[in-house]
């Protein structure tokens, strides 16, 4: 019914640059949130970035100062400019969506993508 799909990962090298792209499609209105969160191996998943409906941004400390979201609204699109990437930037980037509205109705759920990889190594 909903469905997230990230692009634009690949393999850069220390102090790089990269935008992802996370497009989302089906019944939708609006979401009151998206964000990117990140996994790497044998590790737990983090917050990246979220942005919410209001209008709000919150970066995780490792983030500030080198990431940026942003919401493309007639795209249902949120993007993530990651700039002055680090090794240890290196994880799969997933994307999310939380509260969707549809024709009136409010669904309080949480969508996710599939991921994309990262890399950040010379």
């Known amino acids: 019914q909903v469905q997230l799909v990230e692009s634009g990962g690949g393999l850069v090298q220390p102090g790089g640059s990269l935008r992802l792209s996370c497009a989302a499609s089906?019944?939708?209105?609006?979401?009151?949130?998206m964000a990117w969160y990140r996994q790497a191996p044998g590790t737990q998943r983090e917050l990246v970035a979220h942005?919410?409906?209001?209008?709000?941004?919150v970066y995780s400390d490792f983030a500030k100062g080198r990431f940026t979201i942003s919401r493309e609204d007639m795209k249902h699109t949120v993007v993530l400019q990651m700039n002055s990437l680090k090794p240890e930037d290196t994880a799969v980037y997933l994307c999310s969506a939380n509260g969707r509205w549809y024709d009136g109705t409010f669904f309080n759920e949480l969508y996710w993508g599939q991921g994309t990889q990262v890399t950040v190594s010379s």
């Open positions: 942005w919410s409906r209001t209008g709000s941004t």
């Open positions: 089906g019944n939708i209105d609006r979401f009151n949130g």
